[in-house]
């Protein structure tokens, strides 16, 4: 008897010979990925986007290894770096759509300056950062998203550093989007891609996600169903949440939404002598 093996509509996006993946148990990743793939299908469907003309580009880290997992033209480049070769992949065919991916460590800490400037340019790039609060892979240092207080690997006494509140940096800059989800709202990742897919300039997606294994370790959330639940309890959504909302604190709650929505002239637009 022939074995039959069921296939899933979103396996077309995917490379399933890298199939299972290198993430932990618990791991958000995979809850955010298929959201954003899901988003990418109906643009597709809809004949906005063409398949061969998305290219996705990951630095080092977790997240950043979602690039590998993709069926598409995809990069896998130095830690930090993801947001410049994007740049640089963008002008040299502006007709592309691309996307980056990575975490708070990466593009937040290494690539920190990339952001900032790519958000001034409003360069035509979505980049979603997933904010699991350490530097997961490399063993659970300190980031510049870590709450203030907690231990980790290299603050065992507690983080003296307030964190770095990412989506009100970028939105201070001239990013035309700026949007944060949660792992455990995967219907709103799923919303704001397809919104952001549609749009021109640069456009900045926060997700927060879960890392039992690691930053769920240091604060004593090891197992992947309570880490969840508790983040599902910390979340609040508003449509357009003000800037003073931005900040994460875990035991206030974080606020999830669109921060800043505009269409102001992108980098490209710009670039071919155009400002409308």
């Known amino acids: ?162 964190p770095l509140d990412v989506v009100k940096v970028v939105s201070s800059l001239n990013a035309n989007y700026v949007a944060r989800a949660s792992i455990t709202t995967p219907h709103y990742i799923e919303q704001y891609f397809y919104k952001a897919l549609g749009m021109r300039g640069f456009r900045f997606i926060e997700v927060v996600s879960t890392c039992p294994e690691v930053y769920g370790r240091h604060i004593g959330l090891r197992d992947p169903v309570e880490m969840y639940n508790e983040l599902k309890k910390r979340v609040t959504y508003k449509p357009r949440p003000t800037l003073e909302e931005a900040a994460i604190n875990w035991e206030k709650g974080i606020v999830i939404g669109e921060y800043i929505v505009r269409d102001n002239p992108g980098f490209i637009d710009f670039l071919r002598g155009g400002n409308k």
């Open 1 to 162: 008897m022939a074995l039959t093996i069921k296939t899933h509509p979103l396996d077309r996006h995917l490379r399933t010979d890298r199939i299972p993946t290198l993430y932990c148990p618990g791991c958000g990743l995979g809850i955010g990925l298929g959201a954003m793939l899901r988003g990418l299908q109906k643009r597709i469907d809809e004949g906005s986007i063409s398949p061969d003309s998305v290219v996705w580009v990951g630095g080092i880290g977790c997240s950043a290894r979602l690039s590998f997992y993709v069926n598409y033209d995809s990069a896998h480049v130095l830690h930090g770096r993801a947001i410049p070769f994007a740049v640089g992949v963008k002008l040299a065919n502006p007709e592309l759509t691309v996307i980056v991916v990575g975490g708070d460590g990466d593009i937040a800490g290494i690539g920190g300056n990339h952001l900032l400037h790519a958000a001034r340019r409003n360069i035509d790039i979505i980049t979603v950062m997933f904010t699991n609060f350490v530097y997961a892979m490399t063993g659970g240092q300190v980031a510049p998203t870590t709450p203030l207080g907690v231990r980790t690997t290299t603050t065992p006494h507690g983080n003296p550093e307030p």
